[in-house]
């Protein structure tokens, strides 16, 4: 609190000069505390805090690097490996019953009672024989081997060979796959930063058409109605920018999710370089397909499996044949005549003379099987040449529209600046820029919708015609 001394001979005039000079004294106090600096934070963190996590830098991506990672941490190429290994494990199931099979028992038997009789001496005494003994212990070894006469074994082990090759075939088509999708998330998200671009290029534009509007305005030369209107076309356009920065974000989630990574990874992608267009052929396209894509090879691999399973019902109807041998060691020998060591060889042969029509039945399903393979193997190959027909297409539109897109963006720019210019000039109205403006981003649009459409395209033609990885 200020005091301002009192005079008590001075007059009035005195009096004013000493209240003027106790104002101003307050008001330089006053003064100088607004413009004292505030004390510096604290350099040093309390101890015992954790600093600060720092955000990690975005990698950036080309398009064959996304395609790396992607095959190596998609799950659903761990599944289809699993699926292999399965199945190179049941080729090797089905050559085992072939193969020589040997085994080794051991028992020890104790009986409640031994057997006994009794044999007469020339003396006249009888003498006790026993039949055996009250413990026993054996040692025996089987060994067996199967004569395959009825191609039973041959035939089961082709079918799991050939089961083998269909689980390689499938995990080839998921890669392929696999690549598709990351190829279809990597333009998306091209496609959604060019549309960022658009949006951003519009807003800038319309907001550098605002700030002449408003000029003129001050000048006195459009009415107030002009501005608010501009005003609005900004306010819409950063509507739009606003929707295109989150469709980039949901674009680089899909992305991760499609290779397998966590959906928040920061990430950049590199942009697509010049887009080199190509005019594939159907006849020579459809004739690549059929040799390269997995599935028309899995179609005709199944097929050839039903008919190896036709061998397989039919051999249940023919004879077989194995061998064995079988040798026991006794370690403790009873009876009349022991021996410690005894073994013996066989030959079976068995031929089923009624099976009550049941080889007869199975021989027929797997004929039906074979049929049934036949019609999809066919129906795969016509899939495989309608996609590549599609994908052709595709192509020749997404390039027809591209070279149209470019020129129409030149023109719509053009079309913009003599807008504006005439517009500065009091030729034209603010309706005639933003309806230029507005034909310039709808062409911008069509220009990027173009370009990723056809790289998609390509994308879908290397699939479709098995060139994907």
């Known amino acids: 609190m200020l005091l301002v001394p009192r005079v008590r001979s001075a007059g009035c005039g005195r009096n004013r000069r000493w209240r003027a000079l106790a104002l101003a004294g307050c008001l330089f106090a006053v003064g100088r505390a607004l413009s004292a600096k505030p004390a510096p934070p604290p350099t040093g963190a309390p101890r015992g805090a ?3 996590a720092a955000t990690p830098a975005p990698r950036t991506l080309a398009l064959a690097e996304s395609v790396q990672v992607a095959l190596q941490h998609s799950r659903a190429i761990q599944i289809a490996e699993e699926r292999l290994q399965r199945a190179r494990a049941q080729v090797e199931e089905a050559k085992a019953p072939n193969r020589v099979q040997a085994s080794l028992n051991a028992n020890a038997t104790r009986i409640d009672k031994v057997s006994t009789f009794f044999v007469p001496l020339p003396d006249g005494t009888a003498q006790e024989i026993s039949l055996g003994e009250l413990y026993s212990r054996n040692l ?28 390689r075939l499938d995990a080839d088509r998921t890669r392929d796959q696999t690549v598709l999708d990351v190829k279809n998330a990597y333009y998306g998200v091209l496609r959604a930063q060019a549309a960022l671009g658009v949006a951003q290029a519009t807003v800038a534009s319309l907001a550098e058409h605002l700030r002449q509007v408003r000029l003129f305005f001050e000048q006195g030369v459009v009415a107030q109605f002009d501005v608010l209107r501009a005003e609005a076309q900004v306010a819409n356009a950063q509507q739009g920018e606003i929707a295109a920065r989150n469709g980039v974000a949901l674009a680089k989630a899909a992305l991760n999710n499609a290779m397998g990574i966590d959906v928040t990874t920061p990430l950049e992608v590199r942009a697509a370089e010049k887009v080199e267009i190509i005019h594939p052929a159907y006849r020579e396209s459809v004739t690549t397909a059929y040799e390269q894509r997995p599935e028309v090879l899995q179609a005709a691999v199944t097929t050839e499996l039903a008919r190896r399973g036709v061998k397989l019902a039919h051999s249940s109807s023919l004879p077989t044949l ?13 009876g009349l005549a022991p021996r410690k060591t005894q073994w013996s060889a066989s030959a079976v042969v068995s031929y089923p003379l009624l099976d009550g029509g049941l080889a007869r039945s199975r021989t027929r399903q797997a004929e039906a099987d074979v049929d049934t393979a036949r019609v999809a193997e066919e129906q795969t190959r016509e899939g495989v040449a309608l996609e590549v027909q599609q994908a052709i297409l595709s192509l020749g539109e997404a390039a027809e529209r591209m070279d149209a897109a470019e020129k129409n963006v030149a023109q719509a720019a053009e079309a913009l600046r003599l807008a504006k210019l005439r517009y500065r000039e009091g030729l034209s109205t603010a ?25 998609l395209g390509r994308a879908r033609y290397e699939r479709a015609t098995g060139q994907g990885q």
């Open 322 to 334: 194995g061998l064995g041998f079988n040798a026991t060691h006794a370690l403790d020998p009873a």
């Open 50 to 52: 954790a600093p600060p």
């Open 431 to 455: 309706l005639d820029v933003t309806d230029a403006q507005a034909v310039l981003t709808q062409a911008e649009s069509n220009s990027v919708n173009a370009r990723y459409d056809y790289l």
């Open 140 to 167: 025996q070894m089987s060994i067996t081997k199967p004569i395959d006469i009825s191609g039973a074994l041959r035939a089961t082990r082709n079918i799991a060979e050939l089961g083998a090759d269909s689980a």
